[in-house]
């Protein structure tokens, strides 16, 4: 099985302030697609952003964008000009390009401070 | 939008009880998941199925069972609950495509306790 690793258990960060959130990941595949989302307390995980492995150019959706260093296996999150609505949990997920199964790290806790 | 739904937020059930919990999309999606969320240890797949009456088992399928009937039901079955069942219990589904960078849709989820 695929490893995700989040080593942020908890973040904070002062609203309109950028923070990064770290994910790294464990394959021996060159193909395959890294995932962020968003769990708000008690709502929906819903997809924030995503990044294919072939690309190089990283990502990005208004304000939050991806670090993708594919040989360090790292894909980190940033999110600038931090909301009020953006405290959430934060998942990083994998999945390789031939599997359905996606791989999911333990979640990091962003508190937004006003 | 895609559309996942569980059949109840919370749910309550006593030891040894068998618990069925649901979970419907209305995308026309091949692939659906069952999850467990537990504080620290993020999302452990339990099972999943890739088309009506497939199924594979996740990381952790022991004391859990599925059953995909149609297309767009998708069942988990606690076949006798115990306490260490206590959970959040997360349902996805995704459009099949494998060389595609299509991700899964969640459902609101189910907090389970079991007393």
């Known amino acids: 099985a695929q490893t995700v690793t989040q080593s942020q258990p908890e973040m904070s960060v002062q609203e309109a302030e950028t923070v990064t959130l770290s994910c790294t990941y464990d394959t021996s595949e060159s193909d395959y697609y890294l995932f962020w989302y968003k769990q708000p307390p008690s709502r929906q995980m819903i997809l924030v952003i995503r990044q294919e492995a072939y690309k190089q150019q990283n990502a990005t959706e208004n304000r939050f964008s991806v670090n993708f260093q594919k040989a360090a296996k790292s894909f980190s999150l940033k999110i600038s000009d931090s909301q009020l609505g953006d405290a959430a949990m934060y998942f990083c997920a994998y999945r390789s390009e031939t599997g359905n199964q996606f791989y999911f790290g333990t979640g990091t806790s962003l508190t937004v401070i006003p | 939008d895609v559309k996942v739904t569980q059949s109840s937020r919370y749910l309550v059930k006593r030891t040894g009880e068998k618990v069925f919990l649901e979970c419907v999309q209305d995308m026309d999606h091949e692939n659906m998941f069952w999850y467990r969320q537990d504080p620290g240890l993020g999302l452990r797949l339990i099972y999943f199925s890739y088309d009506v009456k497939m199924k594979e088992k996740g990381d952790i399928p022991e004391g859990y069972s599925v059953s995909r009937e149609k297309k767009e039901r998708f069942s988990l079955i606690l076949e006798s609950a115990s306490t260490n069942q206590t959970s959040m219990y997360l349902c996805?589904?995704?459009?099949?495509?494998?060389?595609?960078?299509?991700?899964?849709?969640f459902g609101d989820g189910t907090r389970l306790s079991i007393l």
């Open positions: 996805a589904s995704r459009y099949q495509g494998l060389h595609s960078n299509q991700p899964q849709h």
